[in-house]
């Protein structure tokens, strides 16, 4: 069982590290569907892989130039107290009782539908915002754009551990749709390290953490994010994108089903 977690990890690492998106949304269905982990388990032990695998994509993409830290800021001013105030909520409702556990599962379904759209229709949101540049927002909508976006992304990842990844790489091409790919995975990355971090710390604070199994999955990641961040420039995604698009749907539905 331990090799299959180490291979998982090496698998989705790669392509987070190739695309910026499919971590949340391929480990945390992957960990409830296939091993039988708890919902709530497998959520919280997903954000603390999350926070270490992405820390290491982080590493790659500024070695690369590929960040934009001024939106990360921004991105984190809304997502980190949103987070914070999730845990909060998770603790007095009861995070690993049965009701919460049921949420979390259509919670994931949710998230993963949300990141299917994101991968499938990103593009087009971007051929279509280049060519309206009069639509693009600027100055102080855009700050508080950015800000809100974080806030929203901080929800839905501390319930589900999903949604920094396509999501928010897809809120990134809305927002900033001059930012080259590269530069949306490694920002979108980037922005996710401290909102991960946040989010697992309050997952441990809840008891909903497994460290053997988060060993496991970080043993296969770490080299995989590492790898998929440096060839980030030179792989073409879209037909990884097609592939990973058709496998989560496959997922969302056998959640809700």
């Known amino acids: 069982m331990t090799v299959s977690y180490v291979v998982s ?47 290491a994509g982080t590493v790659a993409h ?56 994101a991968l499938l229709f990103k593009a087009k949101l971007q051929a279509w915002l280049n060519a309206h540049p009069e639509r693009h927002l600027q100055g102080r909508k855009l700050t508080n754009a950015t800000i809100l976006s974080g806030a929203v992304l901080g929800i839905l990842v501390t319930i589900s551990s999903i949604g920094a990844g396509a999501v928010g790489a897809t809120l990134l091409v809305l927002l900033y749709p001059r930012l080259e790919p590269a530069e949306i995975a490694g920002t979108d990355i980037a922005y996710a390290v401290p909102l991960t971090a946040i989010a697992a710390l309050g997952h441990w604070w809840l008891g909903s953490i497994d460290w053997s199994l988060l060993g496991s999955l970080l043993l296969g990641s770490v080299p995989g994010i590492t790898i998929g961040s440096l060839a980030a420039r030179a792989v073409p995604e879209k037909f990884l994108r097609g592939l990973l698009a058709l496998t989560l749907t496959s997922v969302a539905l056998k959640l809700v089903f």
């Not at 992957?30 to 820390?55: E, N």
């Not at 590929?66 to 999730?86: E, H, K, M, Q, S």
């Open 62 to 117: 500024r070695f690369k130039g590929t960040v934009r830290w001024d939106i990360v800021r921004r991105l984190c001013l809304g997502a980190l107290p949103a987070a914070a105030l999730t845990t909060l909520l998770l603790k007095h409702f009861g995070a690993v009782s049965a009701e919460i556990s049921q949420i979390i599962r259509y919670s994931i379904a949710i998230s993963v539908f949300l990141t299917v759209i």
């Open 9 to 55: 990890g090496f698998a989705v690492g790669l392509l987070v590290g190739l695309t910026g998106v499919g971590g949340g949304s391929l480990m945390t269905p992957l960990l409830t569907l296939l091993f039988g982990i708890h919902p709530s388990v497998a959520v919280g032990t997903d954000l603390a892989f999350a926070a270490a695998t992405k820390t």
